[in-house]
């Protein structure tokens, strides 16, 4: 089982969250801070934080991991979802192979398919999975996502990474392809990216809008792909207004 932990007020409505590559679910704790009327689920995905012990399979394995923790730990579902980068392709699958669990879901950097190069960027996957964890490549990372990031922190939660688990959950992610799975979902999806993230993330949006009916798409202006970082509260007011149902076109642009 993996390793999670719940905040929040008890019988509020329960938002899980899941991170990206390379860190843990102490990532979101800047973001929950601004969000005290929820009940929140972190949990760590396989060779992540405390679940490092737990060997990445794959992304829909992962997905099937997730859905037994939540159902473990919340007593009263659907739950609304939000992930970044990798956690976004867990959460995807995770909202198409178990559509009873999540009643909102909002992923940001998500490609669609068709990453370029991809036996170049595998190789330099390789390469990066060891240091990743390391100290001074985790401080770098960090201090990229701006001043207002806890650098020690950021730090200490990457080193926890199995170097096997990135090289594996990132390869993953740059075969990812949205055409190979359903279309079809219950769960309302909002697909959104960082002004400054890769094209393709960018581009990407309007693919999954294309594909997944009903669902919307959202620009963070001037943020990266780990805004959620860079921004936490504006994060916060986004994932909010998704789990009401008022998307916050003054402050993100569809």
Excluded at 164 to 178: E, G, H, K, P, Y
Excluded at 185 to 202: D, K, P, Q, W
């Amino acid at each position: 089982m993996l390793h999670r932990s719940l905040h929040g007020p008890a019988g509020a409505p329960v938002i899980t969250c899941l991170h990206a590559v390379g860190i843990s679910s102490w990532m979101w704790q800047r973001v929950i801070a601004q969000l005290p009327e929820y009940r929140v689920l972190l949990i760590d995905l396989p060779g992540h934080g405390e679940s490092r012990d737990t060997p990445w399979v794959s992304l829909p394995d992962t997905a099937d991991l997730v859905a037994a923790a939540i159902r473990s730990d919340v007593d009263t579902s659907p739950v609304h979802l939000t992930a970044l980068s990798l956690g976004s392709y867990v959460g995807l699958h995770l909202v198409l192979r178990h559509p009873d669990l999540c009643t909102s879901a909002l992923l940001s950097g998500i490609h669609p398919g068709q990453m370029p190069n991809r036996r170049m960027m595998k190789l330099l996957s390789a390469i990066m999975a060891p240091l990743a964890p390391r100290p001074a490549f985790a401080r770098r990372t960090a201090r990229m996502m701006g001043a207002a990031v806890d650098v020690e922190g950021f730090v200490a939660a990457a080193g926890q990474t199995r170097a096997s688990a990135f090289r594996r959950a990132t390869n993953d992610v740059l075969d990812f392809d949205c055409t190979t799975l359903p279309a079809q979902t219950g769960t309302r999806l909002a697909f959104v990216a960082g002004s400054r993230e890769h094209m393709l993330i960018r581009d990407g949006l309007d693919v999954f809008s294309a594909r997944f009916a009903g669902s919307i798409t959202a620009v963070a202006p001037g943020l990266g792909h780990g805004w959620a970082g860079e921004d936490p509260a504006l994060f916060a007011q986004f994932l909010r207004a998704h789990i009401e149902g008022t998307p916050l076109q003054s402050e993100l642009s569809p």
